[in-house]
């Protein structure tokens, strides 16, 4: 909990250069419908990992080479997720753009690795 | 034929059965029944008419040359409407009954006929409420009801009883009738003679005939106006029809030629045998992976459309706990709301009290013991307010309206109820289409392994070309459909337009206007021999009512007959071969009485007749005259009901004894001159007070009778 009178900073949204590369690759694109892409967008799929790996309360900070390419900021307010992300600010993550890109970070390492296991992305609403 | 037995039972004046025995030994023909007025002269006239033809109409009556409609008297009634039921037995009986038998001898054997009519007391006295019935004997045969009416007809058509029941008081009307012009009376009496009124009236159905075929010759002429025009319009649609089958032809001829193209392309497929067959295996395999992989990119963007929102769920794991904490947490707040508020009401209630304090108690408003007391425990009361509001307002719970925006913020991370569901389903039809894709591709990686190059390309060229042929083949059957439902309608419209033509000048008004033109010639035929009978009638009347009235007037040295012109006017003729422009009544009258006899011989009906106050318009020699004429030694039986005054009793026994059969007096009690139980003479006539004859006493056997009742009795004048 955090005092009414403190400002959590907001902070920008990014992840690895493979994460945002998995994420292209999970953008549905019409001349191959049997791939396992279910999202429009990157930032859809940025939006699932983050909530993915918010759920599990797991975080990853963004590693490597262009560790913070950007998801567009217009497509994801990080200010609307405030409210449940505020208790978990800390000193690592000291930023709501922060938390967020460790929580998609973790949940597009998850997501890779459902997918390696032959399984659809999907199957991790369960 | 002669009347034998008359029987009244309940009819005007006669109350009770009354038999009227006309047999004789003798065969002359008169018969006479003399009565003072309301004796039932004419109730006995009237009760054969009624036995007969089962009505009896009032008397007629003549205005302005021409007949009024005599009225049909009731059976029951009021006293103006003229009653035919017996009073006493109408009001007295519980069943009032009134009847009449006529027995007779005919040519065709014995005549009974029995007429009986009841009165249902059960609903109001109408004649509507009469039963009525009718039996008739002729010969061995029997009838009732209505074959039983017309079995009198037959023998007594009731279109001729003016000339066998005659009206004395109702022969200057008649007479009148007769000698003015244009009278339709006369000539529908002599109709009636003739019985033409059947053929009248099946002439005047030919007439009906005739306008229906006229009519419907003017139908089928409208329609064949109509046909006529619909004959163009079937020409119209013939050619159209013709066209339309052209067209089929066409079509069918096409087919056949894209048909065999076909035969010969599968024909060469069939030669390459085995591989073919792979071809047509890949051909459809190639189909059915074109058609899945449509299916599943259908399933793929509904499954992205499904999957839009699935973040949510995942998000709600940990947002709803933090959702169900700010919600109670309001609640509380709102509660923390209320007792600030309640806290700061009491310390302001209190600061006010302590300035004021007048020695009074704000609480109980009684006066206080000790104010200094009083004001220490107050100011205590403050202290204790105010650390309550400190506590409240620290600051531990947050602002209710900060608590609103936090729940706003969660609720739009909420899903929606169904959402998984939504999203596993999209999943798992995704799923199956892609293993039917996989295994579509996998099996055509199989086959395509087992198909040539060259046998590809060959069969290639061929299926292509079948596929070209195939479709032109599906295209050329639709344009036939289409052309053949086009020359069907065609046709159809050829048809109907055809059977309407059909009735142009067909057989029907061919066949009408034969029949047309037959019946014209059949009505001029029945009204020609009419004319001729109407003709031959009127020379036959007018012999016939010469002869009666040479016989009866006393001037037969001035008239030479009786004239009847072609609209049966009749004219008394002189000897100088002029006529009687000026002739008596009594001449007139016997004019008249001819005329009827005359008619009724031409009728050739042999029946008795009636004549009821025969003598009202004759004068003394006239009276005897006709008496004399009619009463004979034998032929038809002619019975006169006279008034006394017409004929004295004494009078006409004397005077035509021989002739008469039988005659009757009608007397009321008050009428009789001997004793009806001893026929002794020696009867008293009591009167009371006011010299009204009351009561009759026979003085040889002391039997008495009530002077003052109107039931009439008839006896046999002993001659």
Redesign the interface.
């Known amino acids: 909990m955090f005092e009414n009178n403190e400002k959590i900073k907001s902070g920008s949204v990014g992840v690895s250069a493979n994460v945002k590369q998995f994420f292209s690759g999970l953008v549905y694109q019409s001349d191959n419908p049997e791939v396992d892409a279910p999202f429009e967008s990157i930032v859809e799929a940025f939006r699932f990992a983050f909530a993915l790996g918010h759920s599990l309360k797991i975080t990853k900070k963004p590693t490597g080479k262009n560790s913070t390419a950007n998801i567009a900021p217009r497509s994801f307010v990080v200010e609307h997720y405030s409210v449940i992300l505020e208790a978990d600010i800390d000193e690592e993550f000291n930023s709501l753009g922060a938390l967020i890109s460790a929580y998609a970070e973790a949940g597009a390492e998850l997501m890779m690795k459902t997918q390696t296991d032959g399984k659809s992305i999907l199957s991790l609403l369960d | 034929m002669r009347l034998q037995y008359l029987v009244l039972h309940n009819i005007g004046p006669f109350r009770g059965r009354q038999i009227i025995d006309l047999n004789t030994d003798k065969s002359d023909t008169g018969y006479a029944f003399f009565a003072a007025n309301g004796r039932g002269k004419t109730s006995i006239y009237n009760a054969m008419r009624w036995c007969l033809f089962g009505e009896v109409k009032t008397r007629v009556r003549a205005g302005s040359g021409s007949k009024i409609k005599p009225k049909i008297r009731p059976i029951t009634g009021e006293e103006e409407d003229e009653p035919l039921m017996n009073s006493s037995a109408y009001e007295e009986d519980r069943i009032p009954e009134m009847s009449v038998i006529l027995m007779a001898e005919g040519s065709q054997g014995k005549i009974q006929i029995t007429r009986d009519v009841k009165v249902h007391r059960a609903g109001k006295r109408r004649d509507d409420n009469l039963i009525e019935s009718l039996l008739v004997q002729l010969g061995d045969d029997t009838e009732t009801g209505q074959d039983a009416e017309e079995m009198i007809q037959k023998f007594f058509p009731s279109s001729l009883q003016q000339f066998f029941f005659i009206d004395g008081e109702a022969l200057e009307e008649y007479q009148s009738m007769i000698e003015q012009d244009d009278i339709q009376g006369l000539k529908d009496d002599v109709e009636a003679v003739l019985r033409l009124p059947s053929i009248t009236r099946g002439l005047e159905d030919l007439v009906s005939i005739k306008r229906k075929i006229q009519s419907n010759i003017e139908t089928v002429n409208k329609l064949s106006q109509k046909a006529v025009k619909a004959r163009d319009e079937a020409e119209q649609f013939r050619i159209q029809m013709e066209v339309a089958q052209r067209e089929v032809e066409y079509a069918r001829g096409q087919i056949s030629k894209v048909q065999e193209d076909l035969d010969v392309v599968n024909a060469e497929i069939e030669k390459h045998g085995e591989m073919a067959e792979i071809v047509n295996q890949k051909r459809e395999l190639e189909l059915r992976l074109e058609a899945t992989?449509a299916a599943?990119?259908r399933?793929?963007?509904h499954?992205?459309k499904m999957?839009?929102e699935?973040?949510?769920?995942?998000?709600w794991?940990?947002?709803e706990p933090?959702y169900l904490y700010y919600e109670n947490q309001i609640t509380t707040a709102n509660q923390v709301d209320w007792e600030i508020k309640t806290a700061q009401s009491k310390l302001d209630r209190l600061n006010e009290e302590y300035k004021r304090m007048d020695g009074i108690c704000a609480k109980c408003g009684q006066k206080v013991p000790d104010i200094e007391k009083h004001m220490k425990e107050i100011k205590v009361e403050i202290k204790q307010s105010q650390d309550k509001l400190k506590h409240l307002n620290s600051?531990s719970i947050?602002q209710v309206d900060?608590l609103n925006i936090?729940l706003g913020?969660?609720t739009?991370?909420k899903p929606q109820r169904g959402d998984?569901e939504r999203?596993?389903a999209a999943?798992e039809a995704w799923?199956i289409?892609?293993s039917s894709?996989?295994s579509l591709a996998e099996k055509l990686k199989k086959i395509n392994a087992k198909v040539t190059e060259k046998a590809t390309t060959e069969l290639g060229e061929l299926g292509t070309k079948r596929g070209s042929k195939e479709q032109l083949l599906r295209t050329l059957n639709v344009k036939l459909k289409n052309v053949m439902k086009d020359a069907a309608e065609k046709e159809r419209s050829f048809e109907n337009a055809d059977s309407k033509s059909g009735l142009s000048n067909s057989s029907l008004p061919s066949k009408d206007n034969q029949t047309n033109s037959i019946i014209i010639k059949l009505i001029k035929t029945i009204q020609n021999t009419i004319e001729s009978y109407r003709k031959v009638a009127r020379r036959d009347v007018e012999q016939a009512a010469s002869k009666v009235f040479m016989e009866v007037t006393n001037a037969t040295e001035v008239y030479n007959g009786i004239s009847l012109d072609d609209n049966f006017r009749a004219k008394i003729r002189l000897k100088n071969g002029k006529f009687d422009v000026a002739p008596s009544s009594g001449t007139k009258s016997i004019m008249t009485i001819s005329i009827i006899d005359g008619l009724r011989q031409v009728s050739g009906l042999e029946a008795p007749i009636f004549f009821d106050t025969p003598g009202r318009s004759l004068d003394e020699k006239h009276k005897q005259a006709m008496l004399e004429y009619f009463w004979k030694e034998k032929g038809q039986q002619f019975l006169i009901f006279a008034h006394s005054g017409e004929y004295k009793v004494d009078e006409t026994m004397r005077d035509f004894g021989p002739k008469i059969a039988k005659a009757w007096e009608l007397w009321w009690p008050r009428d009789y001159t001997y004793c009806l139980k001893c026929k002794s003479q020696e009867i008293i006539r009591h009167k009371d007070g006011n010299g009204e004859n009351i009561r009759g006493e026979c003085m040889n056997c002391n039997h008495e009778w009530d002077n003052t009742l109107k039931n009439t009795t008839i006896l046999e004048v002993k001659k």
């Open positions: 992989n599943l990119i399933s793929a963007e499954r992205i999957s839009a699935s973040w949510k769920l995942l998000i794991k940990q947002a933090l600051g947050m900060e936090r913020s969660l739009s991370l998984l999203a596993k999943e799923l289409d892609k894709v996989e």
